[in-house]
């Protein structure tokens, strides 16, 4: 009767290293796509910093001195700086003051001030609103309703200080802009619409330098 066929221990088979290069071939993934990943970052980090490098910083024009302007057909007088423009006269109730020259008066347009005379009748021709109103911030607040500019993007109007006529006050933002808008009553009961924009992160310095020191040096000429 033969012996059964027990495997010695030289017959045991060796164990293989099946796993070894498996987990060699995920070290290897993750150590490129660990690199990939740190170089796209370096590249977004230094494509940031040369972009910050090349935006300048926005200025404005020193003040410069402030020189009297006559509009005789409008019956008016005011201070304008001395290298911006003289007022550009777009109709028969309307001018425009900006550095340039330029009337354009849309949001993309350079700081400007756009004044409308007697505006009361030019504005009810297109709109309806009340324009018995004698308090310059009721009368203000009816024609901004008007002009669909009410609600979040500008407050109630409040009394403009500084000029020598009752005038009010309304502030506001409109797509990257701040805006003021003033309504002023004239001796001769004429209202004087005046609009001022700039860029809001300009518009502070504008309104100091600029845009108060002319309003507030509007006078009506005498006949």
């Known amino acids: 009767m033969s012996e059964p066929n027990i495997p010695s221990a030289e017959m045991t088979p060796e164990p293989t290293e099946s796993g070894k290069p498996f987990r060699r071939e995920w070290l290897i993934i993750l150590a ?16 940031g910093r040369r972009s910050l490098a090349v935006v300048p910083t926005r200025t404005i024009p020193p003040p410069a001195e402030l020189r009297e302007v006559r509009l005789e057909q409008f019956g008016l007088s005011l201070l304008v700086p001395s290298n911006w423009s003289a007022p550009i006269v777009r109709d028969a109730h309307s001018f425009v003051i900006s550095a340039d020259g330029s009337a354009d008066t849309r ?67 409109e797509r990257g802009n701040q805006l003021t808008i003033i309504l002023m009553r004239l001796p001769d009961e004429r209202w004087l ?4 924009q700039a860029e809001a992160q300009l518009f502070r310095a504008y309104e100091s330098s600029v845009f108060l020191p002319v309003v507030n040096s509007i006078r009506l000429l005498q006949p």
């Open 32 to 47: 490129i796509f660990t690199a990939v990943t740190l170089g796209i970052m370096l590249a977004i980090e230094e494509f």
């Open 107 to 173: 949001t993309t347009a350079a700081p400007f001030l756009f004044v409308v005379v007697d505006a009361l009748p030019v504005f009810s021709r297109q709109l309806n609103f009340r324009t018995d109103l004698r308090e310059p911030t009721a009368q203000l607040d009816a024609l901004v309703e008007a002009l669909n500019r009410n609600g979040p993007r500008f407050k109630k109007s409040s009394v403009f200080s500084g000029s020598p006529y009752p005038a009010a006050i309304v502030r506001g933002f």
């Open 193 to 196: 619409y005046i609009g001022a």
